[in-house]
């Protein structure tokens, strides 16, 4: 039996297998362009870290006279110490409470919410109420503060931190519940279909099916909202007035006029809050980039 050779010497087999591997390698392509500007981004951001981490080694004498990107040649441990004995700890504290507190619960409302929205009975209701969710996102919190002050004025909950643990989980829910609702709706219905012929109830189908298969967006929307209710600034300021309810950002302006231009010091108030946020991110980065770019594949 023979076998037909084109003009190169190589069979049809053999083209057909040739194609596929230079399709491959045209998708595998480096992205010199968006490599190096990610190396470019990385850098810059890299910088004011690198500094504040040298800065909070260094003496204020030193500071002045030496470089400011300089590594210390006498590092010290004396700021780190002034800033414990200035009530850090509880600074602290008050904002891990603040942060779980506010945190844990806008996610399962939210979470709830979105089931519902998605798989829920009453489709006219549910489509008005996430109406309701979406339009919150169109609300900033600089534009309601003073009537949130005066809710909380009313509540007679000034200056304690369930003052900012509402309205933090208020805030927090509209974004959660579109983000967790997108991720329900990827769930197939037939899955849900089975769950209910096997006698689920809808309680049942909501935390053993939903729940596990969107721990992803769940991942996503905890770190987001703890996040941002770390760094939350504008709320502690207007709801608390007592050093013994300040958060950490809030206590850094304190540290900022104790000190003067300690600038040492306060660097070292900035690396101590920003070592939860870093070791937030490390544990849950996966989730957070899976939940990120969930659908983007579809």
Do not use: C
């Amino acid at each position: 039996m023979t076998t037909t050779v084109n003009v190169t010497g190589t069979t049809p087999a053999h083209h057909q297998q040739q194609r596929p591997k230079r399709r491959a390698n045209k998708l595998f392509r480096y992205n010199w362009l968006g490599g190096g500007l990610g190396w470019v981004w990385l850098f810059i951001v890299m910088v004011p870290i690198y500094w504040i981490v040298i800065t909070s080694f260094k003496t204020q004498a030193n500071y002045f006279i030496t470089n400011t990107f300089a590594p210390p040649k006498d590092p010290t441990l004396e700021n780190y110490k002034t800033v414990f004995e200035n009530d850090i700890v509880r600074y602290f504290t008050n904002s891990v409470i603040v942060t779980v507190g506010a945190v844990v619960p806008a996610v399962l409302i939210s979470f709830m919410a979105a089931y519902a929205v998605i798989r829920g009975v009453h489709k006219r209701w549910l489509r008005w109420t996430n109406t309701m969710f979406l339009a919150g996102l169109a609300i900033p919190l600089q534009a309601v503060i003073i009537p949130v002050y005066l809710i909380i004025i009313r509540l007679q909950l000034y200056d304690t931190l369930i003052a900012i643990v509402l309205p933090s989980i208020a805030f927090a829910i509209p974004l959660s519940v579109l983000v967790l609702s997108n991720f329900i709706r990827d769930v197939p219905k037939e899955l849900f279909e089975s769950m209910r012929m096997d006698g689920a109830s809808e309680w049942g189908t909501l935390w053993r099916l939903a729940f596990p298969l969107t721990r992803p967006a769940l991942v996503t929307v905890t770190i987001y909202n703890a996040l941002g209710i770390w760094n939350g600034f504008l709320l502690p300021l207007v709801l608390t007035q007592s050093p013994d309810q300040r958060t950490i950002p809030y206590a850094l302006v304190s540290f900022q006029g104790q000190f003067g231009v300690n600038t040492p010091a306060i660097a070292a108030s900035v690396t101590l809050t920003t070592i939860p946020i870093v070791l937030l991110y490390a544990i849950g980065r996966r989730q957070l980039l899976s939940g990120l770019t969930a659908g983007f594949g579809k």
